[in-house]
């Protein structure tokens, strides 16, 4: 054994400094000390932002999809409504008022039947891609689709098992105002105007507990 004094012994540490630690040993410790904790703030909040980027554009996408699909949902409603109401508006009195029609006057009024029952397929299909059980908002939009899609098949449909003409159904639905096809077209508008207001554009709050979860 050497006859000098032997070093004293003193755990690594970052903030105390030991008796007889070299300074050219201790500087190097707290600068990679340092450096390690910036990068590993550094690497936490990267993934915080990207983390929080994917979750805004997972939201602004659905949100895209709601608009597109509301959208194309109320071309549909604007032209099975146009439709019918040309049938109503331009047909003959005789084909909408009587229980039963002559062959001749069938054939004169089959081409805007025919486009009248087109529409309002394609609007039952295009209510088909309405979201499923959709939030709170969406419920105008359902009850106020069943109400007029009611009125369209029971018009284009005349005279039905009830025994009423298409004049008596039309009559009766526009009567009272606003009617369904009114009240559809403005729940579609507000609803639409509700979704653009609201759309998603800010960062949501992320927990670290929500940076450990895996998708399951």
């Not at 979750?55 to 032209?79: I, M, N, P, W």
């Not at 003959?92 to 805007?112: F, G, I, L, N, Q």
């Amino acid at each position: 054994m050497s006859g000098g004094l032997a070093r004293p012994r003193c755990p690594l540490s970052v903030v105390t400094y030991c008796p007889g630690m070299d300074a050219d040993i201790w500087v190097p410790i707290t600068v990679a000390s340092i450096g390690a904790l910036f990068v590993t703030v550094n690497t936490v909040v990267s993934r915080f932002t990207a983390k929080g980027a994917a979750v805004l554009g997972a939201r602004q996408r659905r949100r895209d999809v709601d608009l597109e699909t509301l959208s194309a949902y109320g071309d549909a409603l604007f032209a099975a409504a146009n439709a019918v109401q040309s049938y109503m508006w331009y047909g003959s009195d005789e084909m909408h008022s009587r229980m039963k029609v002559s062959p001749e006057e069938w054939a004169a009024a089959r081409p805007e039947v025919e486009r009248a029952q087109h529409a309002v397929e394609l609007l039952r299909f295009a209510a088909g891609a309405l979201p499923s059980g959709g939030p709170g908002q969406w419920l105008s939009v359902y009850k106020a689709h069943d109400e007029v899609l009611e009125l369209l098949i029971s018009v284009v449909h005349a005279p039905g098992s009830g025994g009423r003409t298409a004049a008596d159904i039309w009559g009766d639905a526009t009567s009272r105002q606003p009617d369904a096809i009114v009240r559809a077209m403005s729940a579609v508008n507000e609803l639409k105007r509700e979704l653009v207001e609201k759309y998603p554009v800010t960062f949501p709050k992320l927990s670290l507990w929500s940076m450990r979860r895996r998708p399951s």
